[in-house]
């Protein structure tokens, strides 16, 4: 604590001592003064009893609903606190006692501003200068956002306005696409198409080459068995020759 911090809170507790002093003097003590005490100790300590009785508080809660006429114990009750209420001395008793709970209601709010104003200052600067800080922060950042989205309306507005255009474009490139997919779809098929009438004729000559080759079999075993009929009517006619039999041999081997 500062030197001046410590004088600060000296002068102050001196002046708050001679305040109180100089108040409980000036107007006396919060309660009842020993003067009234004095004049009026029986009527106020009667007050004080009826006050407190349980069928006096009953009616001050619901006086309308109360029967004097029927009850005057009541009654008499109830003129008396009137009436004691309603004296000068009572009156002029209460309203000191105002006067002293005013006095120092304000008296000691006086005393916590003051302790705030000179002690609370900086802390209460540094606390404003923050707040200050962060709403020029907070107003930096919604100039900002309001500027992002200026900007995203405008690149929204330009979108817009070419949205035809890309939808050309797109449908552009949509339609080469498919065009492109059709053709390759359509050489794929050619290509297919080929291969199969390729297969096809190279399956024809097989089928002609196998067709000449059973063909020509029958051909040369009709021409083997007529010759070997022949050479074997020549061997009936004539005398065996070992040649003919070994080549009817081999003829017959090779069937």
């Not at 007050?47 to 029927?70: C, F, N, T, V």
């Not at 209420?85 to 005013?102: G, I, K, N, P, V």
């Not at 900002?144 to 309306?153: D, E, I, Q, Y």
């Not at 339609?175 to 492109?180: A, F, G, I, P, V």
Request: charged share 30%; proline share 3%.
């Amino acid at each position: 604590m500062s030197p001046d911090t410590k004088k600060f809170l000296l002068r102050l507790g001196l002046c708050a001592i001679a305040g109180w002093i100089a108040g409980n003097w000036l107007l006396g003590p919060p309660g009842l003064s020993d003067a009234y005490m004095e004049a009026n100790r029986h009527e106020h300590e009667h007050y004080i009893e009826i006050i407190k009785s349980h069928e006096y508080k009953l009616y001050a809660q619901r006086p309308h609903l109360a029967d004097l006429a029927a009850d005057p114990h009541l009654a008499d009750r109830v003129a008396f606190v009137e009436a004691y209420t309603a004296s000068e001395d009572f009156q002029a008793e209460q309203h000191r006692r105002e006067l002293y709970s005013l006095f120092f209601e304000f008296f000691n709010s006086g005393l916590v501003i003051v302790l705030a104003v000179r002690l609370g200052r900086a802390p209460l600067r540094a606390f404003l200068d923050e707040q200050i800080e962060g709403i020029r922060e907070k107003l930096s950042q919604s100039a900002r956002s309001r500027k992002t989205a200026v900007a995203r309306k405008a690149a929204a507005e330009v979108s817009i306005d070419r949205l035809p255009e890309t939808e050309m474009r797109v449908h552009g490139e949509t339609e080469r696409r498919l065009e492109k997919d059709l053709h390759e779809l359509a050489e794929a098929n050619h290509y297919s198409l080929g291969l199969q009438e390729r297969e096809l004729v190279e399956r024809k000559k097989a089928a002609v080459h196998n067709a000449e080759l059973a063909v020509k079999r029958r051909l040369v075993n009709a021409a083997i068995e007529e010759l070997t009929a022949r050479v074997q009517q020549a061997r009936h006619d004539q005398s065996a020759d070992p040649l003919l039999d070994d080549f009817l041999e081999e003829l017959e081997a090779k069937r």
